[in-house]
């Protein structure tokens, strides 16, 4: 049974309910009445009255075992017929008791009638108004003309004539009552289910729109006039960390800050056909966290067309803005790498000849016969010509990096191991280091290329704290992060020895996809701005003096080889956290 019929039955069930209720209520009707005759007409002196008494019992009687079977039955229409025809029984028995044609009871029938066309189609009206005009005919027929027990009417002997003419102008009045409550209650019954099918179908549009607002992958508001919050959406409870509770109420710019200037923006903001007002801008949300939302306004208007708010629609950018800041670095660097081969010969080659050219002239035989000055002098071109080769070999090792030598590797024994041959360099600054590894991470990588990203960020953070007068404090974290997983790709991967895996392509799955390693780098030195964050694995931007800008970018460089990832947070004046993910972690 569907779900439409079963509805049906449901809302027939509590038809017959009415039903038996009016039933219930002739019943109490008819008491009430018979009470009056029988004092009327002196108690004991109406024989006919305890047959009322009796057909009002046993009309109670009929309701309460007809509501017992009510959510039994299957087919409410014949249980409806049946029920009038119960009624039609009980009222031509009031009548037969009470009188026969002159009797009281007679507007029965046409409540029979009436609320039998309500719960019936045009058949049963017909069966309903047949019972009633039969019922009455054999009463009036039988009482009349002396064919059933009892007393007949004072008035008995009448003609026939004029009998069958009175049965036929009540049967007649029947009919046509029947005729104009089943035409109303058809038409009740269609209006009904007319607007049953609108409150569904406008239950189910309500319903879609609720689905499709929740479901939205973007935050969705909507203002009033006066620029507060009237709905919010639970991707906008996400992005923003406010609950839609709180935020309802609130003024659109204290619950995003500057959105408020978007949407004042209107027509002269139109980026596109629709009319939307775009915009990018940053945000923090409840949970303290950075973002970059894009975010679009336009109107909101009533069914009359006239502007009653605004809807603001937004999303959380800050990937993407990682990513056209992450592409216009690599553009940057795909020109940089564009020189190096060349810078490699046009400059290395001749500083080589200028330093063995001027070592010659400090050895040669009339290098004696220099003064001191000349002395002095040559010795600076050596220095700088050697400081010069140092940079160019930084620059190379950026540009061209060696090939990764993958294995696997145990990190925290290769972390722990820089720890312990850095410690005298932090002992220098006077650095408490505090070490909290996690055991037996494994990843795989070269060896060498991670011993020196880990040891590069170290000397990188002993060297920020150098300058500060106390509390320097090196902290440095290993663990495994599944959450992370997303900011890295697939690990190098090893070679097979055996050639037997899987695809037979002789080479291993390397590590586990799901889970990444994480190595945090913490100072307590003097941090970094915005501006020198964005920067800061540029090639050439060093903040310190006698810096190339290379080590940062070559260290980048290593972790991309291997698949990972590196972040910078920091505050100026709260220390700088270097954070490291590596794909693939595993523990033993």
């Known amino acids: 049974m569907g779900l439409a019929a079963a509805t049906s039955i449901d809302r027939d069930r509590r038809g017959l309910g009415y039903l038996i209720g009016g039933r219930l209520l002739l019943a109490g009707l008819s008491l009430g009445l018979a009470v009056a005759i029988d004092r009327m007409e002196g108690g004991s002196s109406q024989t006919g009255i305890w047959g009322v008494y009796w057909t009002v019992i046993a009309a109670f009687l009929a309701t309460i075992v007809s509501a017992s079977m009510i959510h039994r039955t299957t087919d409410p229409a014949r249980f409806a017929t049946v029920q009038v025809g119960i009624d039609v029984t009980i009222v031509t028995a009031l009548v037969y008791f009470s009188g026969g044609g002159e009797s009281f009871f007679t507007f029965l029938y046409a409540l029979v009638v009436l609320y039998g066309a309500l719960f019936l189609d045009r058949g049963g009206v017909a069966l309903s108004c047949a019972l009633a005009v039969g019922g009455y005919g054999l009463v009036l027929f039988g009482v009349e003309l002396g064919l059933l027990p009892g007393s007949s009417s004072e008035e008995g002997g009448r003609p026939l004539a004029l009998l069958v003419a009175y049965w036929g102008f009540y049967a007649g009045a029947l009919v046509v009552l029947g005729m104009l409550a089943n035409t109303l209650s058809a038409e009740l019954r269609a209006t009904g289910a007319a607007l049953d099918r609108r409150t569904h179908d406008l239950r189910r549009l309500r319903d879609l729109h609720l689905r499709t607002v929740e479901s939205l992958e973007s935050g969705l508001l909507t203002t009033d006039q006066t620029g507060r919050v009237t709905s919010f959406n639970p991707e906008a409870e996400r992005i923003t960390g ?73 999303q959380d950018v800050t990937g993407v803005v990682g990513m056209e800041q992450e592409l216009r670095r690599s553009e940057r660097l795909a020109a940089v790498g564009e020189m190096a081969a060349r810078m490699a010969h046009e400059i290395r080659n001749p500083l080589a000849s200028i330093s063995g050219s001027v070592q010659v002239l400090q050895t040669g035989p009339s290098a004696a016969d220099y003064d001191p000055e000349h002395t002095r002098l040559m010795g600076i071109v050596v220095r700088e010509v050697d400081r010069l080769n140092v940079l160019i070999s930084d620059f190379l090792r950026y540009s061209r990096p060696s090939p990764t030598k993958a294995e696997r590797l145990d990190l925290t024994a290769l972390v722990s191991d820089v720890a312990e041959m850095a410690r005298s360099r932090s002992a220098e600054v006077g650095a408490e280091v505090t070490l909290a590894l996690e055991e037996g991470v494994r990843v795989v990588g070269d060896p060498s290329q991670l011993e020196a990203i880990v040891w590069n960020l170290w000397n990188n953070a002993i060297e920020a704290m150098a300058g500060e007068d106390s509390d320097r404090r090196l902290t440095v974290r290993l663990y495994r992060s599944e959450a992370e997983a997303h900011r890295v790709q697939r690990p190098p991967q090893v070679p097979d020895p055996t050639g037997r895996n899987e695809e037979g392509g002789g080479i291993q799955p390397a590590g586990r996809p799901g889970w990444s390693a994480v190595l945090e780098i913490e100072d307590t030195g003097p941090g970094l701005t915005p501006e020198v964050q964005e920067q800061i694995f540029e090639p050439f931007f060093t903040t310190k003096d006698d810096g190339t800008g290379l080590g940062l970018s070559t260290v980048q460089r290593l972790v991309e080889q291997h698949g990972g990832a590196i972040t910078v947070s920091s505050r100026p004046g709260d220390g700088t956290c270097f954070r490291v993910i590596l794909a693939g972690a595993e523990t033993e």
């Open 242 to 314: 406010i609950a839609s509770g709180d935020a309802t109420g609130r003024t659109l710019d204290d619950v995003i800050p500057g959105a408020s200037a978007i949407v004042a923006l209107g027509p002269r903001a139109r980026s596109d056909e629709r009319g939307a007002d775009r915009a990018r801008l940053p945000y923090r949300n409840a949970q303290g966290e950075e973002l970059f939302l894009g975010l679009a306004a336009s109107g909101l208007n009533d069914e009359a067309g006239n502007q009653i708010g605004h809807v603001v629609i937004f």
